[in-house]
């Protein structure tokens, strides 16, 4: 099972909510309330995203933040690496020292390669997409239910 940490699922709710109202400067406050979100962790994820780039921040009484780019050039993989730093499904793929395998791992060069796949996942999929959920999902490739062997899992 592929899991993000609870951070970076939190991270994306925060960054698509601020997507969802890109016109309005929000305290942490606000995004607390409205996400339903503990204040102290939704203080930490602004932190994150802002000090990574993606959104701005404005100090005093009308102070707040918003997104320092487009929803739409904001992708999901840049709010999670900024939450979690590098995309791995496995520890020895993003901690490649601390593993006594990795001379004769025969899973290693495959791991990079879902690795790679899973990040450009995330990569192609923009906040904007995230607040239009259904939108995303019409472009998706349908899912097979049972592949038969040899077959691909995703049909067109």
Same mark, same amino acid.
């Given at each position: 099972?592929?899991?993000?940490?609870?951070?970076?699922?939190?991270? +994306?709710? +925060?960054?698509?909510?601020?997507?969802?109202?890109?016109?309005?400067?929000?305290?942490?406050? !606000?995004?607390? !309330?409205?996400?339903?979100?503990?204040?102290?962790?939704?203080?930490?994820?602004?932190?994150?995203?802002?000090?990574?780039?993606?959104?701005?921040?404005?100090?005093?009484?009308?102070?707040?933040?918003?997104?320092?780019?487009?929803?739409?050039?904001?992708?999901?993989?840049?709010?999670?690496?900024?939450?979690?730093?590098?995309?791995?499904?496995?520890? @020895?793929?993003?901690? +490649?020292?601390? @593993?006594?395998?990795?001379?004769? @791992?025969?899973?290693?060069?495959?791991? !990079?390669?879902?690795?790679?796949?899973?990040?450009?996942?995330?990569?192609?999929?923009?906040?904007? !997409?995230?607040?239009?959920?259904?939108?995303?999902?019409?472009?998706?490739?349908?899912?097979?239910?049972?592949?038969?062997?040899?077959?691909?899992?995703?049909?067109?």
């Amino acid at each position: 099972m592929i899991i993000l940490s609870k951070l970076a699922d939190y991270g +994306v709710i +925060v960054a698509t909510h601020l997507a969802s109202f890109p016109e309005r400067q929000t305290t942490a406050g !606000a995004i607390a !309330a409205e996400t339903r979100l503990p204040r102290a962790t939704v203080a930490k994820l602004l932190k994150a995203l802002a000090h990574a780039g993606l959104l701005t921040a404005t100090r005093g009484p009308s102070g707040g933040y918003r997104l320092a780019r487009s929803a739409k050039a904001i992708s999901v993989a840049e709010v999670v690496a900024a939450i979690d730093g590098d995309i791995g499904l496995t520890q @020895c793929s993003v901690h +490649v020292a601390e @593993c006594s395998r990795t001379t004769y @791992c025969p899973t290693r060069p495959h791991w !990079a390669a879902i690795n790679r796949a899973v990040g450009e996942a995330l990569a192609a999929v923009s906040l904007d !997409a995230m607040v239009t959920p259904s939108a995303f999902a019409r472009g998706m490739p349908a899912l097979s239910t049972s592949p038969e062997p040899d077959e691909p899992r995703f049909s067109a």
